[in-house]
Nanobody, 130 residues
Framework: QVQLVESGGGLVQAGDSLRLSCRAS????????MGWFRQVPGKEREFVSALSRNGETTYYAGSSNGRFSISRDNARNAMYLQMNALKPEDTAVYYC???????????????????????WGQGTQVTVSS
């Protein structure tokens, strides 16, 4: 079973950029559709971005569209979230998530709900100061 570990979080100023990484251990990373979520204390975990198994389909929450970019490198068992023009409201713990997909489908499906994912990393803190 795939295990996920996030990295790349930190404290930055508004307008700065960060690149989050999600490294997967285990087998068959290429069979997983992936996503990024974030959570602040007292609030539900919210969707940030999703990426299909084949890497060709992406989807972004409205708050991140145009500023964030999701990608994956199956050869490295890794997924990334490039975050530009960060805002204080982007402050949160960021989680990567994975769900296994049917190897016989097109590979182009993505998922935006917390309940769609079965595997989660431990999270990485992103803090954006004003």
């Amino acid at each position: 079973q795939v295990q996920l570990v996030e990295s790349g979080g930190g404290l930055v100023q508004a307008g700065d950029s960060l690149r989050l990484s999600c490294r997967a251990s285990g087998r068959a990373f290429s069979l997983y559709a992936m996503g990024w979520f974030r959570q602040v204390p007292g609030k539900e975990r919210e969707f940030v971005s999703a990426l299909s198994r084949n890497g060709e389909t992406t989807y972004y929450a409205g708050s991140s569209n145009g500023r964030f970019s999701i990608s994956r490198d199956n050869a490295r068992n890794a997924m990334y979230l490039q975050m530009n023009a960060l805002k204080p409201e982007d402050t949160a713990v960021y989680y990567c998530a994975a769900r296994v997909t049917d190897p016989f489908d097109s590979g182009s499906f993505y998922y935006t709900s917390v309940k769609d994912y079965t595997l989660w990393g431990q999270g990485t803190q992103v803090t954006v100061s004003s």
